[in-house]
T-cell receptor
Framework: KQEVTQIPAALSVPEGENLVLNCSFT??????LQWFRQDPGKGLTSLLL?????REQTSGRLNASLDKSSGRSTLYIAASQPGDSATYLC?????????FGPGTRLSVLP | GAVVSQHPSWVICKSGTSVKIECRSL??????MFWYRQFPKQSLMLMAT?????????EQGVEKDKFLINHASLTLSTLTVTSAHPEDSSFYIC???????????FGSGTQLSVL
């Protein structure tokens, strides 16, 4: 069964800290993996997309890594800001279906 | 847990025809539903936000007359791709926000191929 888990479920940090969000998946035959953020009452915003052949992607203060063999991806957020507060979801694309993780709720305190 | 049913899971149609995709929340009410699409090797992108009983809100670059969204009840939203063209071939997925909750639940997606 294809499952995606995320740790931690919730995280609260003071502004300026670097932090890591974790995503694990049971089936390593992935097509790609994506990280999204969800703001309350809004749809998903795509942050980073990593193809199965890639090991990491960077966008601004965000860096996502992928280790297919171990079934893990991490999202690194540098110098966190209150505006980063949101729920972060990872989604594994297996070609014909997506499996979403449950999300990590991040609160960055000013 | 909450379940969102999306139907059909895949569809092949001829160019110029219209295709309707349904998104149902099976065991909860969803005031708001979202529609996304993903082209091959690209990120999943939000197309529109569907609100029960009112007009959908479309993201920039999404043609509202081409992608008709109807959210007539608290458990059903439909996306109709009108006059489909081969470039509309994509993976479409919906998500539903449980009323009173921030949590999103996702459909399993629809793979549309327009010949």
């Amino acid at each position: 069964k294809q499952e995606v888990t995320q740790i931690p479920a919730a995280l609260s940090v003071p502004e300026g800290e670097n932090l890591v969000l974790n995503c694990s998946f049971t089936d390593s035959a992935i097509y790609n993996l994506q990280w999204f953020r969800q703001d309350p009452g809004k749809g998903l915003t795509s942050l980073l997309l990593i193809q199965s052949s890639q090991r990491e992607q960077t966008s601004g203060r965000l860096n996502a890594s992928l280790d297919k063999s171990s079934g893990r991806s991490t999202l690194y957020i540098a110098a966190s800001q209150p505006g980063d507060s949101a729920t972060y979801l990872c989604a594994v694309n297996y070609g014909q279906n997506f499996v979403f993780g449950p999300g990590t709720r991040l609160s960055v305190l000013p | 847990g909450a379940v969102v049913s999306q139907h059909p899971s895949w569809v092949i149609c001829k160019s110029g025809t219209s295709v309707k995709i349904e998104c149902r929340s099976l065991d909860f009410q969803a005031t708001t539903m979202f529609w996304y699409r993903q082209f091959p090797k690209q990120s999943l992108m939000l197309m529109a936000t569907s609100n029960e009983g009112s007009k959908a809100t479309y993201e920039q670059g999404v043609e509202k007359d081409k992608f008709l969204i109807n959210h007539a009840s608290l458990t059903l939203s439909t996306l109709t791709v009108t006059s489909a063209h081969p470039e509309d071939s994509s993976f479409y997925i919906c998500s539903a926000a449980q009323t009173g909750s921030e949590k999103l639940f996702f459909g399993s997606g629809t793979q549309l191929s327009v010949l």
